[in-house]
Structures are given as structure tokens and as C-alpha cells.
């Protein structure tokens, strides 16, 4: 049975270390128990937010209303076959946990997102990615429940309408379901994805190529330039990529020669935001506790008691003085409360 709690201080679920509070905070570890707790809630008009494991969010303030998270766990396979393997898992499963499983059990597809904090019903909404990965390669489909009439919904990989760091659930249904459980079809003869520099670099200290050895090679990366949000508080890449015409993309490599470009399917080029915001001038600044990460230029980090405002604040005048350099828009990946 779920307790609503009141007054709840939000500091230790969010990655930033955000000291906000909201009104009432209710944690559900089963289906029943969220159609049950909104049952009740659906006859209030108290604002409702959900959330999964804090990693990409920033409370600018204390929130007026109910937060409620979903806690449903578990790992059950579905179907399996000599070539794939069909798995179910609960949105309150930690990501990274669910990524050390398969590739303990050989199934290959989610090594490459090793180290991504949060939860497994968030990784759908941002359609999370890393060295060449998205997740929306590995999704077969998302169950999730219906706030305002509680029906249960199942979406199939094209009806996600999954994009980059997008998704159906991050635009058209933006606050009205609640994943409840996502499916990943992944393989037991792995096919390596390592079109990605550096993890290939990495790659050549190991003497063999293994799902263990990526995911390692991965995780030694990832701890060499972003830091550990046990740590010090942060959510990760704060902005996305942008993505610019190829034309324009043409200018700019003859004014910085060493701009890395990557050009996309539909004829565009996407920009490293994290070498934006370096040339921009940001890399290891730092106004009182906030500031910009002295390795990865892309993450704003909280060196202790900086609060959400501050940290929005100084998101913001990045983003203008890369606008004012580059003539460049890049957006906040991260969800502002």
C-alpha cells in the first residue's frame, strides 16, 4: 500500500542535489496502486507531475502539488528465439542495472548506453543515446496508463514516434500517461556498434571484443570526462546537439577548421553542443555553486548549495552567448520545473 507524504523534500530524487519540495509525495510499486492513487487524485484539481529517476530534471522551484513515482519493477522474457531474446521490464528498474544484466546474460543492444543515469521508464521519453546507440533501436513497445481515464495503452516502436532525444511522450502526450513497463527485443548474437571515435580507441586496450568489454570501455569514458552525480550534482548532457543546414555548416568549417561535423540522413549536420559552449568560452566556469564541467563543456554541474534558478540562469546566458557567437540555437535537453 502507497503513503502520501507531505511537505517531502525532493534534494535525494534529483541528480542535481535540488533541495525542492513538493506539496505531497506518493511512491507506487504496482499498476493497482497508480490506478488507485489516481483514482482519488482525478477528483482534486491539485497539479500532478510524475517522476522517474530525477536524471533529467530541474526544480527551479518547490512544486505546489502531488509527485508521484512510479516504482514498478522487474525483468520477465517475453519470447526468445535462437537469434533474439523478447524482454519486459518495469519503468522503476534502474536503467544502468538493466544494461549490466544483459549484457551478463550475452543479450546485446544496450551495451553502448551503459552509465546513463535514471530509470527504465524514462529512457523511452528522451529516447536516451550514446556512441552511436539510440534506444529506440532496441524498443518493441511501451505499456503505460492513462492519467485522465486510466485506460492502459500500448504503443508499438512507430507509434513513439521516436526522434532525436525525442518522442510522442515528450511532445503530444507530455503529461498524460504514466509508463508503466517498456520491451526491449534484443540479440544473443550481438551485432557490435562501434562507428563512435573514441569507443573505438577504448576499445583497442582490451584484447577482446565482448559485450563486457564494450560496456566497459563505455563506462571508463563516460567516468573519464562527466561526473558522478553521488558526487557532485548534475544531469548529464544539459543541452542537445543542434542541427544545422549543411550550407551553413559549410561556413562555419571555414572559419573554425576544427568544428567536428556530423552529417545526418535528411541532408543536415548536427554540431557537438559541447564544443559550442567550449568555444563559447563556458568550459570549467563557474558562478558561486554553479557552474560548467571542467571536462565536458555540455554538463552544468551543482558544486554543492546552488539552487535550480541559479543553474537555469546560467543555462540561459550560455545559450544566448552561443547564439551571439555562432548564430546558433541550442536547446535544454534537461525538463525545467
Same mark, same amino acid.
Given at each position: 500500500?502507497?503513503?502520501?507524504?507531505?511537505?517531502?523534500?525532493? /534534494?535525494?530524487?534529483?541528480?542535481?542535489?535540488?533541495?525542492? /519540495?513538493?506539496?505531497?509525495?506518493?511512491?507506487?510499486?504496482?499498476?493497482?496502486?497508480?490506478?488507485?492513487?489516481?483514482?482519488?487524485?482525478?477528483?482534486?484539481?491539485?497539479?500532478?507531475?510524475?517522476?522517474?529517476?530525477?536524471?533529467?530534471?530541474?526544480?527551479?522551484?518547490?512544486?505546489?502539488?502531488?509527485?508521484?513515482?512510479?516504482?514498478?519493477?522487474?525483468?520477465?522474457?517475453?519470447?526468445?528465439?535462437?537469434?533474439?531474446?523478447?524482454?519486459?521490464?518495469?519503468?522503476?528498474?534502474?536503467?544502468?542495472?538493466?544494461?549490466?544484466?544483459?549484457?551478463?546474460?550475452?543479450?546485446?543492444?544496450?551495451?553502448?548506453?551503459?552509465?546513463?543515469?535514471?530509470?527504465?521508464?524514462?529512457?523511452?521519453?528522451?529516447?536516451?543515446?550514446?556512441?552511436?546507440?539510440?534506444?529506440?533501436?532496441?524498443? $518493441?513497445?511501451?505499456?503505460?496508463?492513462?492519467?485522465?481515464?486510466?485506460?492502459?495503452?500500448?504503443?508499438?516502436?512507430?507509434?513513439?514516434?521516436?526522434?532525436?532525444?525525442?518522442?510522442?511522450?515528450?511532445?503530444?502526450?507530455?503529461?498524460?500517461?504514466?509508463?508503466?513497463?517498456?520491451?526491449?527485443?534484443?540479440?544473443?548474437?550481438?551485432?557490435?556498434?562501434?562507428?563512435?571515435?573514441?569507443?573505438?580507441?577504448?576499445?583497442?586496450?582490451?584484447?577482446?571484443?565482448?559485450?563486457?568489454?564494450?560496456?566497459?570501455?563505455?563506462?571508463?569514458?563516460?567516468?573519464?570526462?562527466?561526473?558522478?552525480?553521488?558526487?557532485?550534482?548534475?544531469?548529464?548532457?544539459?543541452?542537445?546537439?543542434?542541427?544545422? $543546414?549543411?550550407?551553413?555548416?559549410?561556413?562555419?568549417?571555414?572559419?573554425?577548421?576544427?568544428?567536428?561535423?556530423? /552529417?545526418?540522413?535528411?541532408?543536415?549536420?548536427?554540431?557537438?553542443?559541447?564544443?559550442?559552449?567550449?568555444?563559447?568560452?563556458?568550459?570549467?566556469?563557474?558562478?558561486?555553486?554553479?557552474?560548467?564541467? $571542467?571536462?565536458?563543456?555540455?554538463?552544468?554541474?551543482?558544486?554543492?548549495?546552488?539552487?535550480?534558478?541559479?543553474?537555469?540562469?546560467?543555462?540561459?546566458?550560455?545559450?544566448?552567448?552561443?547564439?551571439?557567437?555562432?548564430?546558433?540555437?541550442?536547446?535544454?535537453?534537461?525538463?525545467?520545473?
Amino acid at each position: 500500500m502507497f503513503e502520501i507524504k507531505e511537505n517531502f523534500s525532493l /534534494k535525494n530524487y534529483n541528480t542535481f542535489g535540488i533541495d525542492a /519540495k513538493c506539496r505531497f509525495f506518493v511512491e507506487c510499486s504496482s499498476l493497482d496502486e497508480i490506478t488507485q492513487f489516481l483514482e482519488n487524485h482525478n477528483k482534486s484539481d491539485i497539479p500532478l507531475m510524475i517522476l522517474g529517476g530525477g536524471s533529467n530534471v530541474l526544480f527551479t522551484q518547490d512544486f505546489e502539488g502531488y509527485v508521484l513515482r512510479p516504482f514498478i519493477k522487474g525483468i520477465e522474457i517475453i519470447e526468445e528465439s535462437e537469434e533474439d531474446i523478447l524482454v519486459k521490464v518495469g519503468a522503476g528498474e534502474d536503467w544502468d542495472v538493466f544494461v549490466e544484466y544483459c549484457v551478463e546474460k550475452g543479450w546485446g543492444g544496450v551495451e553502448n548506453l551503459s552509465l546513463i543515469p535514471g530509470n527504465v521508464g524514462t529512457c523511452p521519453i528522451q529516447n536516451i543515446g550514446a556512441y552511436g546507440v539510440e534506444v529506440k533501436d532496441v524498443i $518493441e513497445e511501451v505499456e503505460s496508463l492513462e492519467i485522465e481515464n486510466l485506460k492502459k495503452n500500448t504503443f508499438k516502436n512507430a507509434e513513439c514516434a521516436f526522434g532525436y532525444r525525442d518522442s510522442i511522450f515528450k511532445r503530444n502526450l507530455k503529461g498524460k500517461q504514466i509508463i508503466t513497463y517498456v520491451s526491449f527485443r534484443l540479440k544473443k548474437q550481438p551485432v557490435f556498434m562501434l562507428n563512435y571515435g573514441s569507443l573505438t580507441e577504448e576499445l583497442n586496450k582490451f584484447n577482446e571484443l565482448s559485450l563486457k568489454n564494450i560496456r566497459k570501455a563505455v563506462i571508463d569514458i563516460r567516468e573519464s570526462k562527466l561526473p558522478d552525480p553521488k558526487e557532485i550534482g548534475n544531469s548529464g548532457s544539459f543541452f542537445k546537439n543542434p542541427v544545422i $543546414e549543411e550550407s551553413y555548416a559549410k561556413g562555419l568549417k571555414q572559419e573554425y577548421e576544427d568544428i567536428p561535423l556530423y /552529417k545526418q540522413d535528411n541532408g543536415t549536420v548536427k554540431v557537438p553542443a559541447g564544443w559550442l559552449i567550449e568555444k563559447a568560452g563556458w568550459k570549467g566556469k563557474r558562478i558561486g555553486d554553479a557552474g560548467v564541467h $571542467e571536462k565536458q563543456a555540455l554538463v552544468l554541474v551543482n558544486y554543492g548549495n546552488a539552487t535550480g534558478k541559479e543553474i537555469f540562469n546560467l543555462a540561459q546566458e550560455i545559450q544566448q552567448s552561443v547564439k551571439t557567437k555562432f548564430n546558433i540555437n541550442i536547446e535544454m535537453e534537461v525538463n525545467v520545473v
